[in-house]
């Protein structure tokens, strides 16, 4: 109790200091100190822990309002030395707007980047600076912010041009930059220094405080207290569910709030968790960290006293405080800057600033970001103190030059990786999974070096080339560690045991592939540099290869009459890497050499005559040749890691520096070599030198006695080092290789793109290398290769590829994969097929290579590749033994083409005076030497011209031919005449290309021929069918024909009767026995009262679709009566089919596999399917559509052709009569008191001789079609009412009417909104679905209780027919009439059937639905709103009468009402009500009674032409005015008119009570959504979660129904609903949508459907870029627009109740959704 006390007394002691408390006074004190650190600190220490802190709960609001008052007033005070109010709106007025917008991003809030200003892409502006500056009219970037960085317009830094928005354009005026201190008087500059000196050393005191139970001296407060607080702390190695768990077992709490203890120490950093005494938090302290200590490091918790915890609690409210002071003034801004980077006494790295960045690991996130942002609106706010800031952030940025941080960086990144082999490489081979996260960390260090180099230098002084080159020879040094590091051997005999660690490795290699291009880049921005740069390079490659060689032994190679020196060395069986950093580095300073022509300008300064050619081809080669054994199967026993390394070699991330670079330096090394050595060098390596060598290598070496494999394994090796040659003569692409330009190089890798298939902009994207800005030129240039194709409502934008750049096209493309290769290959041939070309595909024209690369082209005339290719040839002539290949031949004459098209080039482009030395056609047409005396290439070729076995290639050895004969023309002409050479050449050519197009028009001739030919064939076969079938197809025809016309020949009036659906004179049904076919046993059977069920498969739902109220609460399922269905729609029960027929015995056996299926999986694992058995549901057997019910098919009823019908009034008099002789009979059947019964029998049983009340009549169907009448019934009772089913429950049809009259409305408002007729355009599957319904409604009361079926139809009634026996019936305000109208027609067969008197069912239909049309009538007139004030239309005499009736109506209906119904004048007003009003309602009266009835419908109705309303009436038997149902029978209504107003709900109503709905009601829409999707990021990043106080949401989620803005997937909106935790979407669908909900994540940009709690499935979002591709998850940030096609379609699935469907479907299609926890989102 004691402890109570106290705790009271505190907050009153306070008080009486608070009111004595003066800050202006405390001000003035401390104005005259002369110690005033000691007088602050003593304030301090006095009042902070009596204001925070003082027990568990902590109590922010009072809390900040005291720290205000008695903390933060006297500080403000001191400072202006006046009233703060006054002096910092002063500071204010004289401030100058600083030019940097500095605006701090919330966590989700849109940023945008422009592609082509931003110097690089953390370059961002806020949405108004964006929407205010020039890049709105650029290529921008939009993401989403992780929070915490800031808006940088105003930096010009940040921006290559533009770099203010309109909002912060700097004056003219004050370009002078003047010192902001100047406006300020001394003694307040002196003022403001002391205070923020105090203020901001005692923040950074206490956030970088660590002992727990004291204070810092003077701070130590005058009376302590033994109150501690247990503190749990974040850190990045236990999961959410490990602290809940932990923090339940420690402090005792619930589920609940352990989930709200994590979700606090996960947003801030650190979280109390107990409040006590000492003792008390220690023992929690040390279960937490015995709980957490088993699998790792325990959770971090300290006991703290709560004085300390109160100091820290204050200090961050101090440094919010400083944030908040200074944004009135710059002045005030600069003297904070200033105070906080002053030196301490301890010298360097002393000053506030830097404490607090070294001490930065050691704080809580809550603390890191307060200083954060104080930081970011100081010290970054300021454009001097930025730089000296920058400074002291790395020691750096002023930057290479100066402070060398290019070495620092490396050298600290370098100092990280300890683990080396011998020769000092890296070894990342013993990682634990504890060093690979602090690897991950120490990358970020390359990332620091990423933005160092991004903006080039335009000058260099000597000092920076000094330290660049510095920097460089660290970077050398890395380079050096890491060249040759995970080397592999090749495993033979047994498959590698542990899969060896390559990830560390590659991850290094990826983070410094922009390095090395952007070092590069920096080289050739200066000659020296580069000149420099190549000599270090060179050098340390050699270093890297002295180490290598020893012990490889020397041998020679010979062939062709050439030798040459190499080492032995068998990649496949020594160590070899992937890795080779030094060695692309200096293939990339090589092409430089080219490209800035320093080679040819400045050759003395480079060491090109010590360079060592097969050195530096040797370890390329060796990787290369690794990978052609990779493909070759020779490798497999290494298992996946090497296939990993290879793959990303090639991928399009490394290739940049792996693949392209290695293939660079083999064309430096063979450029500058005989290249036949290079080529004996290549098939060295590549293992194949035995083949070629030998001296009869083109008869077939034997292989016969070799093994398989080794076959297979060599014919791959000789396609690989085919392809490696022809990439080495053929790839010059790169500028400095070829004479090109940059965008060339981009537009051929997009036209080899665009050769395998149309493209999407991403998918291009992807395919080509990114820049360090993520950039990947390729907008540049696509429009010149490629036009763009604009998506449909579904797919996304194409570009398909210009045909005139098909020519460019290259089969052996460097960066194909060979999936690719063979894809574009299969596509190219098919484009020439269909353009009537030959289906050759040469190599394309190529750019000349520049001077330093020149001698590559004579590879392809050297004697060993002529060899070589003769060989391959002579193989292809007689093929024996599987030692050759197809692709080996294609490749071949791939080179030949090359070689002829080369010189063809090199003809046209030499001048006269010197010879074209390079010769080909002489080459290829030379037979060899002496002693075996081969055959030339181009014999070779002649002969496989006609070779049986390469019908393929046929093509393409014509095209050699045909390029041979016409080089050979050329050089005759070039020989014999110095004329114009060209028009002979033209000549010859022309020559060839009539005969080509000759040929080519042939094969057209014939293909022509051969398609007429086949086309007669199927149309003869198709006539032969028809007749053999004829019976079958008549019955077609004639269905066909049936349902367009009217088909009237059986009515017995003339034919051309209008067709009517309902009442006595309704037209006859078509007598047509209907036939189906059972989907599982394919038997026929007619449908028939008497014979086996047919079932129709159904899903049955609840539904808010057309709900006009979605505020009403759900109701109590047990209690509830859904017999009278409220206008507002607000539940409904929608059935839905696809339309499938099967025997219900067959279904039956069908769903109990179902079940059965089911229960094994459980047992086996725990998985949802998209189909929930436990709830009936199950998959349309034939298109697995999800169902949870079958429906009985039903024959059609008979009607009745009596003669006289009774007329209104006699009817409602035999009416009235059955319903007493039913009260009677009920009331029979209850036991009450025996007198009150004998007398009303006595005096009711004259009236009543054609109604036999206790007539039970036999049920006309089946017992198969019962049992399903009971299915179908209790299906749609359990889940409209969301029940347990139960048959005998009296709801079951009441709930099976309201589904036939809501899926009615619900199709016909469909039809309405989609602007199709209302007859003829329902898909069959809708169509039989309602008359099923229908049909199924009429019949229901066969099932249930007959007592209880009347006792219903009594109670309906009684809400038309006032009925004193009934007590409680609704006002006709709140009852829908379709509903009404549906109910009453169904439940009227359980009192027809006994009813002997001859009273037809049609006529009592006829009469309810005229009495409920003047209901629907009266009920409109009555919730019409006051007229709109429109021109008093001058309508003809044809609507004047309707006018004058409705007036008269309307004035009967105000004298029963009197002054709740407003005076009306124009009778023009009220039609209009009506008539546009009661539409829906006849129309769902049409669609019901057609189908219940099955009467044809009149054709007018299958269009949409003018003069329905007219054909409509006639349809339904209604007068063209529907008045006249009133005054015909006005006696008669008038009364019931009396009864229906004078209820007291009507007056109520009306007088603003109740829900008041107008008709027609309007069809719901999806919400609206804005144009552009940054509007919504920008709606989701102001949203806070409801339950975490102004938190902000992770995933805010989109309700599209209703517009709510949701904070989903996290414990914190987490409700409990039918005893399940679920998250908010699932709990806002069982509110909003009856369980179905369509949502849009704000920040994945996803559409999200759910059903239930278990299904769910993710949609394309409607949002487009201007590519037409959709951008799920947001990840490249184009800006994004709203498709309104595809919102339709979304919008459609949801009014066609469809949704459910779609999840189903996305389930089956997709196993992941399946596992997802849908419930929680």
Same mark, same amino acid.
């Given at each position: 109790?004691?402890?109570?006390?106290?705790?009271?007394?505190?907050?009153?002691?306070?008080?009486? /200091?608070?009111?004595?408390?003066?800050?202006?006074?405390?001000?003035?004190?401390?104005?005259?100190?002369?110690?005033?650190?000691?007088?602050?600190?003593?304030?301090?220490?006095?009042?902070?822990?009596?204001?925070?802190?003082?027990?568990?709960?902590?109590?922010?609001?009072?809390?900040?309002?005291?720290?205000?008052?008695?903390?933060?007033?006297?500080?403000?005070?001191?400072?202006?030395?006046?009233?703060?109010?006054?002096?910092?709106?002063?500071?204010?007025?004289?401030?100058? $707007?600083?030019?940097?917008?500095?605006?701090?991003?919330?966590?989700?809030?849109?940023?945008?980047?422009?592609?082509?200003?931003?110097?690089?892409?953390?370059?961002?502006?806020?949405?108004?600076?964006?929407?205010?500056?020039?890049?709105?009219?650029? *290529?921008?970037?939009?993401?989403?912010?992780?929070?915490?960085?800031?808006?940088?317009?105003?930096?010009?830094?940040?921006?290559?041009?533009?770099?203010?928005?309109?909002?912060?354009?700097?004056?003219?005026?004050?370009?002078?930059?003047?010192?902001?201190?100047?406006?300020?008087?001394?003694?307040?500059?002196?003022?403001?220094?002391?205070?923020?000196?105090?203020?901001?050393?005692?923040?950074?005191?206490?956030?970088?405080?660590?002992?727990?139970?004291?204070?810092?001296?003077?701070?130590?407060?005058?009376?302590?207290?033994?109150?501690?607080?247990?503190?749990?702390?974040?850190?990045?190695?236990?999961?959410?569910?490990?602290?809940?768990?932990?923090?339940?077992?420690?402090?005792?709490?619930?589920?609940?709030?352990?989930?709200?203890?994590?979700?606090?120490?996960?947003?801030?950093? *650190?979280?109390?968790?107990?409040?006590?005494?000492?003792?008390?938090?220690?023992?929690?302290?040390?279960?937490?960290?015995?709980?957490?200590?088993?699998?790792?490091? $325990?959770?971090?918790?300290?006991?703290?006293?709560?004085?300390?915890?109160?100091?820290?609690?204050?200090?961050?409210?101090?440094?919010?405080?400083?944030?908040?002071?200074?944004?009135?003034?710059?002045?005030?801004?600069?003297?904070?800057?200033?105070?906080?980077?002053?030196?301490?006494?301890?010298?360097?790295?002393?000053?506030?600033?830097?404490?607090?960045?070294?001490?930065?690991?050691?704080?809580?996130?809550?603390?890191?970001?307060?200083?954060?942002?104080?930081?970011?609106?100081?010290?970054?706010?300021?454009?001097?103190?930025?730089?000296?800031?920058?400074?002291?952030?790395?020691?750096?940025?002023?930057?290479?030059?100066?402070?060398?941080?290019?070495?620092?960086?490396?050298?600290?990144?370098?100092?990280?990786?300890?683990?080396?082999?011998?020769?000092?490489?890296?070894?990342?081979?013993?990682?634990?999974?504890?060093?690979?996260?602090?690897?991950?960390?120490?990358?970020?260090?390359?990332?620091?070096?990423?933005?160092?180099?991004?903006?080039?230098?335009?000058?260099?002084?000597?000092?920076?080339?000094?330290?660049?080159?510095?920097?460089?020879?660290?970077?050398?040094?890395?380079?050096?560690?890491?060249?040759?590091?995970?080397?592999?051997?090749?495993?033979?005999?047994?498959?590698? /045991?542990?899969?060896?660690?390559?990830?560390?490795?590659?991850?290094?290699?990826?983070?410094?592939?922009?390095?090395?291009?952007?070092?590069?880049?920096?080289?050739?921005?200066?000659?020296?540099?580069?000149?420099?740069?190549?000599?270090?390079?060179?050098?340390?490659?050699?270093?890297?290869?002295?180490?290598?060689?020893?012990?490889?032994?020397?041998?020679?190679?010979?062939?062709?009459?050439?030798?040459?020196?190499?080492?032995?060395?068998?990649?496949?069986?020594?160590?070899?890497?992937?890795?080779?950093?030094?060695?692309?580095?200096?293939?990339?300073?090589?092409?430089?050499?080219?490209?800035?022509?320093?080679?040819?300008?400045?050759?003395?300064?480079?060491?090109?005559?010590?360079?060592?050619? $097969?050195?530096?081809?040797?370890?390329?080669?060796?990787?290369?040749?690794?990978?052609?054994?990779?493909?070759?199967?020779?490798?497999?026993?290494?298992?996946?890691?090497?296939?990993?390394?290879?793959?990303?070699?090639?991928?399009?991330?490394?290739?940049?520096?792996?693949?392209?670079?290695?293939?660079?330096?083999?064309?430096?090394?063979?450029?500058?070599?005989?290249?036949?050595?290079?080529?004996?060098?290549?098939?060295?390596?590549?293992?194949?030198?035995?083949?070629?060598?030998?001296?009869?290598?083109?008869?077939?070496?034997?292989?016969?006695?070799?093994?398989?494999?080794?076959?297979?394994?060599?014919?791959?090796?000789?396609?690989?080092?085919?392809?490696?040659?022809?990439?080495?003569?053929?790839?010059?692409?790169?500028?400095?290789?070829?004479?090109?330009?940059?965008?060339?190089?981009?537009?051929?890798?997009?036209?080899?793109?665009?050769?395998?298939?149309?493209?999407?902009?991403?998918?291009?994207?992807?395919?080509?290398?990114?820049?360090?800005?993520?950039?990947?030129?390729?907008?540049?240039?696509?429009?010149?290769?490629?036009?763009?194709?604009?998506?449909?409502?579904?797919?996304?934008?194409?570009?398909?590829?210009?045909?005139?750049?098909?020519?460019?096209?290259?089969?052996?493309? +460097?960066?194909?994969?060979?999936?690719?290769?063979?894809?574009?290959?299969?596509?190219?041939?098919?484009?020439?097929?269909?353009?009537?070309?030959?289906?050759?595909?040469?190599?394309?024209?190529?750019?000349?290579?520049?001077?330093?690369?020149?001698?590559?082209?004579?590879?392809?005339?050297?004697?060993?590749?002529?060899?070589?290719?003769?060989?391959?040839?002579?193989?292809?002539?007689?093929?024996?033994?599987?030692?050759?290949?197809?692709?080996?031949?294609?490749?071949?004459?791939?080179?030949?083409?090359?070689?002829?098209? /080369?010189?063809?080039?090199?003809?046209?482009?030499?001048?006269?005076?010197?010879?074209?030395?390079?010769?080909?056609?002489?080459?290829?047409?030379?037979?060899?030497?002496?002693?075996?005396?081969?055959?030339?290439?181009?014999?070779?070729?002649?002969?496989?011209?006609?070779?049986?076995?390469?019908?393929? +290639?046929?093509?393409?050895?014509?095209?050699?031919?045909?390029?041979?004969?016409?080089?050979?023309?050329?050089?005759?002409?070039?020989?014999?005449?110095?004329?114009?050479?060209?028009?002979?050449?033209?000549?010859?050519?022309?020559?060839?290309?009539?005969?080509?197009?000759?040929?080519?028009?042939?094969?057209?001739?014939?293909?022509?021929?051969?398609?007429?030919?086949?086309?007669?064939?199927?149309?003869?076969?198709?006539?032969?069918?028809?007749?053999?079938?004829?019976?079958?197809?008549?019955?077609?025809?004639?269905?066909?024909?049936?349902?367009?016309?009217?088909?009237?020949?059986?009515?017995?009036?003339?034919?051309?009767?209008?067709?009517?659906?309902?009442?006595?004179?309704?037209?006859?049904?078509?007598?047509?026995?209907?036939?189906?076919?059972?989907?599982?046993?394919?038997?026929?059977?007619?449908?028939?009262?008497?014979?086996?069920?047919?079932?129709?498969?159904?899903?049955?739902?609840?539904?808010?679709?057309?709900?006009?109220?979605?505020?009403?609460?759900?109701?109590?399922?047990?209690?509830?009566?859904?017999?009278?269905?409220?206008?507002?729609?607000?539940?409904?029960?929608?059935?839905?089919?696809?339309?499938?027929?099967?025997?219900?015995?067959?279904?039956?056996?069908?769903?109990?596999?179902?079940?059965?299926?089911?229960?094994? *999986?459980?047992?086996?694992?725990?998985?949802?399917?998209?189909?929930?058995?436990?709830?009936?549901?199950?998959?349309?057997?034939?298109?697995?559509?999800?169902?949870?019910?079958?429906?009985?098919?039903?024959?059609?009823?008979?009607?009745?052709?009596?003669?006289?019908?009774?007329?209104?009034?006699?009817?409602?008099?035999?009416?009235?009569?059955?319903?007493?002789?039913?009260?009677?009979?009920?009331?029979?059947?209850?036991?009450?008191?025996?007198?009150?019964?004998?007398?009303?029998?006595? /005096?009711?049983?004259?009236?009543?001789?054609?109604?036999?009340?206790?007539?039970?009549?036999?049920?006309?169907?089946?017992?198969?079609?019962?049992?399903?009448?009971?299915?179908?019934?209790?299906?749609?009772?359990?889940?409209?009412?969301?029940?347990?089913?139960?048959?005998?429950?009296?709801?079951?049809?009441?709930?099976?009417?309201?589904?036939?009259?809501?899926?009615?409305?619900?199709?016909?408002?469909?039809?309405?909104?989609?602007?199709?007729?209302?007859?003829?355009?329902?898909?069959?599957?809708?169509?039989?679905?309602?008359?099923?319904?229908?049909?199924?409604?009429?019949?229901?009361?066969?099932?249930?209780?007959?007592?209880?079926?009347?006792?219903?139809?009594?109670?309906?009634?009684?809400?038309?027919?006032?009925?004193?026996?009934?007590?409680?019936?609704?006002?006709?305000?709140?009852?829908?009439?379709?509903?009404?109208?549906?109910?009453?027609?169904?439940?009227?067969?359980?009192?027809?059937?006994?009813?002997?008197?001859?009273?037809?069912?049609?006529?009592?239909?006829?009469?309810?639905?005229?009495?409920?049309?003047?209901?629907?009538?009266?009920?409109?007139?009555?919730?019409?709103?006051?007229?709109?004030?429109?021109?008093?239309?001058?309508?003809?005499?044809?609507?004047?009468?309707?006018?004058?009736?409705?007036?008269?109506?309307?004035?009967?209906?105000?004298?029963?009402?009197?002054?709740?119904?407003?005076?009306?004048?124009?009778?023009?007003?009220?039609?209009?009500?009506?008539?546009?009003?009661?539409?829906?309602?006849?129309?769902?009266?049409?669609?019901?009674?057609? +189908?219940?009835?099955?009467?044809?419908?009149? $054709?007018?109705?299958?269009?949409?032409?003018?003069?329905?309303?007219?054909?409509?009436?006639?349809?339904?038997?209604?007068?063209?005015?529907?008045?006249?149902?009133?005054?015909?029978?006005?006696?008669?209504?008038?009364?019931?008119?009396?009864?229906?107003?004078?209820?007291?709900?009507?007056?109520?109503?009306?007088?603003?009570?109740?829900?008041?709905?107008?008709?027609?009601?309007?069809?719901?829409?999806?919400?609206?959504?804005?144009?552009?999707?940054?509007?919504?990021?920008?709606?989701?990043?102001?949203?806070?979660?409801?339950?975490?106080?102004?938190?902000?949401?992770?995933?805010?989620?989109?309700?599209?129904?209703?517009?709510?803005?949701?904070?989903?997937?996290?414990?914190?909106?987490?409700?409990?609903?039918?005893?399940?935790?679920?998250?908010?979407?699932?709990?806002?669908?069982?509110?909003?949508?009856?369980?179905?909900?369509?949502?849009?994540?704000?920040?994945?940009?996803?559409?999200?459907?759910?059903?239930?709690?278990?299904?769910?499935?993710?949609?394309?979002?409607?949002?487009?870029?201007?590519?037409?591709?959709?951008?799920?998850?947001?990840?490249?940030?184009?800006?994004?627009?709203?498709?309104?096609?595809?919102?339709?379609?979304?919008?459609?699935?949801?009014?066609?109740?469809?949704?459910?469907?779609?999840?189903?479907?996305?389930?089956?299609?997709?196993?992941?959704?399946?596992?997802?926890?849908?419930?929680?989102?």
């Amino acid at each position: 109790m004691a402890a109570a006390e106290s705790d009271r007394e505190v907050p009153s002691a306070l008080c009486t /200091e608070f009111l004595n408390f003066s800050a202006k006074d405390t001000a003035l004190k401390w104005i005259q100190v002369t110690d005033l650190y000691k007088e602050v600190y003593q304030h301090l220490a006095r009042y902070v822990p009596k204001i925070y802190c003082l027990g568990p709960n902590l109590n922010p609001q009072s809390e900040d309002l005291l720290a205000q008052l008695l903390l933060q007033a006297p500080l403000e005070w001191y400072l202006c030395g006046e009233d703060p109010s006054t002096g910092l709106a002063k500071l204010e007025q004289n401030n100058q $707007p600083s030019q940097l917008c500095g605006h701090v991003f919330r966590v989700g809030e849109p940023t945008y980047s422009c592609r082509e200003c931003a110097a690089d892409p953390t370059c961002v502006l806020c949405m108004q600076c964006f929407l205010g500056s020039v890049h709105k009219e650029h *290529r921008y970037r939009m993401t989403t912010s992780g929070g915490g960085g800031f808006c940088d317009c105003g930096d010009t830094e940040a921006w290559k041009k533009g770099p203010y928005c309109q909002k912060h354009e700097p004056n003219i005026s004050d370009s002078c930059q003047e010192d902001p201190l100047a406006h300020l008087s001394t003694d307040m500059i002196a003022r403001c220094y002391n205070v923020f000196a105090i203020v901001l050393k005692y923040a950074v005191d206490m956030l970088t405080w660590d002992k727990e139970d004291e204070l810092p001296p003077g701070l130590e407060p005058p009376d302590r207290g033994d109150t501690y607080y247990c503190m749990l702390f974040n850190d990045e190695v236990h999961t959410y569910e490990q602290v809940i768990y932990t923090l339940q077992k420690a402090v005792n709490c619930t589920q609940k709030e352990a989930v709200s203890f994590a979700t606090t120490v996960d947003r801030d950093g *650190r979280k109390s968790v107990r409040f006590g005494d000492f003792a008390f938090c220690e023992q929690a302290k040390s279960v937490i960290v015995r709980n957490t200590s088993r699998q790792s490091k $325990p959770l971090r918790v300290q006991v703290m006293h709560s004085s300390v915890v109160a100091h820290q609690c204050f200090a961050l409210k101090a440094l919010h405080w400083l944030g908040h002071v200074i944004g009135y003034s710059d002045a005030l801004r600069r003297i904070l800057c200033q105070v906080g980077l002053e030196r301490g006494p301890e010298g360097e790295n002393s000053s506030l600033v830097d404490t607090l960045m070294l001490c930065d690991s050691k704080m809580w996130k809550g603390a890191r970001n307060v200083y954060h942002q104080l930081f970011m609106s100081s010290l970054l706010m300021d454009l001097k103190y930025k730089k000296l800031f920058a400074i002291q952030f790395a020691k750096a940025r002023m930057l290479i030059t100066e402070e060398n941080l290019m070495t620092t960086i490396i050298r600290t990144f370098v100092d990280h990786l300890r683990h080396r082999d011998l020769q000092g490489r890296f070894q990342f081979e013993r990682y634990t999974a504890q060093q690979a996260f602090k690897f991950r960390r120490v990358q970020s260090l390359i990332g620091d070096l990423k933005y160092i180099l991004i903006s080039r230098p335009t000058e260099w002084s000597d000092q920076l080339r000094e330290k660049f080159l510095e920097g460089l020879d660290t970077f050398l040094e890395l380079f050096k560690c890491m060249q040759g590091m995970d080397p592999v051997v090749r495993q033979v005999g047994q498959h590698i /045991e542990m899969e060896p660690e390559w990830e560390a490795a590659f991850t290094l290699q990826m983070k410094l592939t922009h390095i090395i291009s952007m070092m590069q880049e920096w080289c050739a921005t200066d000659e020296r540099v580069l000149i420099e740069a190549y000599k270090k390079c060179l050098t340390a490659l050699t270093h890297c290869h002295s180490g290598f060689t020893d012990g490889e032994q020397p041998i020679t190679l010979s062939m062709c009459g050439h030798s040459v020196d190499t080492i032995r060395y068998c990649v496949s069986q020594e160590k070899v890497s992937i890795h080779l950093p030094v060695s692309r580095l200096l293939a990339g300073l090589h092409v430089l050499l080219s490209k800035m022509e320093v080679a040819y300008r400045f050759p003395e300064q480079l060491p090109l005559s010590e360079l060592s050619p $097969p050195m530096l081809i040797e370890h390329p080669l060796r990787c290369l040749v690794l990978c052609a054994q990779v493909h070759a199967g020779m490798w497999r026993r290494n298992g996946f890691s090497l296939v990993n390394q290879i793959y990303y070699y090639h991928n399009v991330k490394c290739r940049v520096e792996m693949f392209d670079k290695d293939l660079i330096m083999l064309q430096a090394g063979a450029s500058m070599m005989d290249p036949n050595h290079f080529l004996m060098i290549v098939l060295s390596r590549f293992e194949l030198y035995h083949i070629f060598s030998s001296a009869d290598c083109r008869k077939s070496y034997n292989r016969e006695n070799t093994n398989k494999d080794v076959v297979q394994q060599n014919n791959t090796l000789i396609e690989e080092m085919l392809h490696l040659i022809m990439m080495v003569v053929g790839e010059r692409f790169e500028a400095g290789v070829g004479q090109v330009e940059g965008c060339d190089e981009i537009k051929r890798e997009i036209i080899h793109q665009l050769c395998i298939r149309p493209m999407a902009h991403s998918e291009l994207v992807k395919a080509l290398p990114e820049n360090e800005n993520k950039e990947t030129g390729m907008e540049r240039v696509i429009d010149s290769v490629a036009s763009f194709k604009k998506p449909g409502v579904t797919g996304r934008g194409l570009y398909e590829l210009r045909p005139e750049c098909a020519k460019q096209f290259n089969l052996y493309f +460097h960066h194909y994969s060979r999936a690719d290769q063979s894809k574009a290959e299969e596509a190219q041939r098919k484009l020439k097929r269909q353009n009537g070309e030959d289906m050759a595909l040469p190599p394309p024209m190529l750019p000349p290579f520049s001077p330093l690369f020149a001698s590559l082209v004579n590879i392809l005339q050297c004697d060993v590749l002529l060899g070589m290719l003769g060989a391959v040839l002579q193989w292809a002539v007689e093929p024996s033994g599987g030692h050759w290949s197809e692709s080996m031949l294609q490749r071949v004459l791939h080179l030949i083409g090359m070689g002829l098209l /080369e010189e063809q080039q090199q003809l046209k482009n030499s001048s006269e005076d010197h010879d074209v030395s390079f010769n080909f056609t002489l080459k290829i047409s030379r037979p060899g030497e002496a002693p075996s005396n081969t055959a030339s290439v181009l014999a070779l070729l002649e002969n496989l011209q006609n070779a049986p076995h390469l019908e393929v +290639h046929k093509d393409m050895i014509r095209w050699i031919l045909k390029m041979v004969a016409s080089i050979k023309t050329m050089r005759e002409l070039t020989a014999s005449t110095y004329t114009v050479t060209a028009s002979g050449s033209h000549g010859q050519e022309e020559m060839v290309c009539d005969k080509d197009k000759a040929e080519r028009k042939r094969k057209a001739e014939m293909a022509r021929l051969r398609r007429e030919k086949i086309m007669a064939q199927m149309s003869e076969m198709q006539r032969h069918f028809i007749n053999e079938n004829k019976e079958l197809f008549q019955q077609s025809l004639e269905e066909l024909y049936a349902s367009t016309s009217t088909s009237l020949e059986h009515s017995p009036t003339s034919s051309d009767a209008a067709l009517v659906c309902v009442g006595p004179r309704r037209s006859r049904p078509r007598e047509k026995r209907q036939v189906v076919t059972c989907i599982l046993c394919q038997e026929e059977q007619e449908i028939r009262a008497d014979s086996k069920a047919m079932v129709l498969a159904a899903f049955v739902q609840r539904s808010t679709v057309m709900s006009k109220n979605r505020k009403r609460p759900p109701h109590d399922p047990e209690h509830y009566d859904p017999l009278f269905m409220h206008p507002d729609l607000s539940f409904g029960t929608h059935t839905g089919s696809c339309g499938h027929i099967m025997h219900s015995h067959c279904w039956q056996r069908y769903f109990e596999a179902v079940q059965a299926k089911e229960q094994r *999986r459980q047992q086996r694992l725990r998985v949802h399917t998209s189909y929930d058995v436990g709830n009936g549901e199950f998959l349309c057997p034939l298109c697995e559509c999800l169902s949870n019910t079958v429906i009985p098919l039903l024959p059609g009823t008979k009607g009745s052709n009596s003669c006289e019908q009774p007329g209104l009034g006699q009817w409602l008099k035999i009416s009235g009569q059955q319903i007493k002789a039913m009260h009677s009979a009920h009331r029979k059947l209850q036991p009450v008191g025996v007198d009150a019964v004998e007398e009303t029998v006595e /005096e009711q049983c004259p009236a009543t001789e054609n109604f036999r009340i206790d007539y039970t009549p036999m049920s006309p169907y089946s017992s198969t079609i019962k049992e399903m009448l009971t299915t179908f019934g209790t299906a749609t009772y359990k889940v409209g009412l969301k029940v347990h089913p139960n048959e005998q429950d009296p709801r079951v049809p009441i709930m099976c009417w309201g589904s036939c009259a809501y899926t009615i409305q619900s199709i016909e408002r469909l039809l309405v909104d989609e602007e199709k007729p209302l007859f003829g355009s329902l898909p069959c599957r809708q169509d039989d679905c309602l008359s099923s319904l229908a049909r199924f409604g009429s019949a229901c009361w066969t099932a249930a209780s007959q007592p209880s079926v009347q006792g219903h139809y009594i109670r309906l009634v009684a809400a038309l027919i006032p009925d004193p026996q009934v007590e409680t019936s609704p006002c006709i305000l709140d009852i829908d009439m379709l509903h009404l109208l549906v109910s009453v027609v169904l439940s009227y067969g359980s009192v027809h059937s006994q009813d002997s008197s001859g009273l037809s069912v049609d006529a009592v239909q006829l009469h309810f639905f005229h009495l409920i049309t003047v209901a629907h009538m009266v009920q409109m007139l009555l919730t019409s709103g006051p007229e709109e004030v429109t021109m008093e239309q001058e309508s003809g005499g044809a609507e004047r009468e309707e006018e004058e009736d409705i007036c008269t109506l309307y004035n009967t209906l105000r004298t029963h009402l009197g002054s709740s119904l407003p005076e009306v004048a124009s009778g023009w007003h009220l039609w209009r009500c009506v008539k546009t009003g009661i539409l829906p309602y006849l129309r769902g009266a049409a669609l019901f009674f057609h +189908h219940l009835n099955g009467i044809p419908t009149p $054709p007018e109705l299958h269009a949409l032409c003018p003069g329905q309303w007219e054909v409509l009436c006639g349809y339904l038997s209604l007068p063209a005015n529907l008045l006249q149902l009133y005054h015909s029978q006005k006696e008669l209504l008038e009364p019931l008119l009396y009864g229906w107003c004078s209820h007291p709900g009507v007056r109520q109503t009306l007088q603003g009570g109740g829900v008041l709905v107008s008709f027609p009601r309007e069809s719901n829409s999806l919400i609206d959504l804005p144009d552009d999707y940054s509007a919504l990021i920008n709606q989701a990043s102001s949203f806070t979660c409801p339950k975490s106080g102004g938190d902000k949401s992770r995933a805010p989620t989109l309700c599209l129904v209703c517009g709510s803005m949701l904070c989903s997937q996290s414990y914190c909106c987490q409700t409990e609903l039918d005893g399940e935790d679920v998250g908010a979407c699932t709990a806002h669908t069982f509110a909003c949508g009856a369980g179905v909900g369509i949502f849009l994540r704000v920040r994945e940009s996803q559409v999200l459907f759910l059903s239930g709690k278990t299904k769910g499935c993710f949609y394309a979002p409607p949002y487009l870029d201007d590519y037409g591709e959709t951008d799920q998850g947001l990840r490249r940030g184009n800006p994004l627009h709203l498709c309104h096609q595809r919102y339709r379609k979304i919008q459609k699935l949801w009014r066609q109740h469809s949704v459910t469907e779609e999840i189903g479907h996305a389930q089956e299609a997709n196993q992941t959704l399946v596992g997802i926890d849908w419930q929680h989102l």
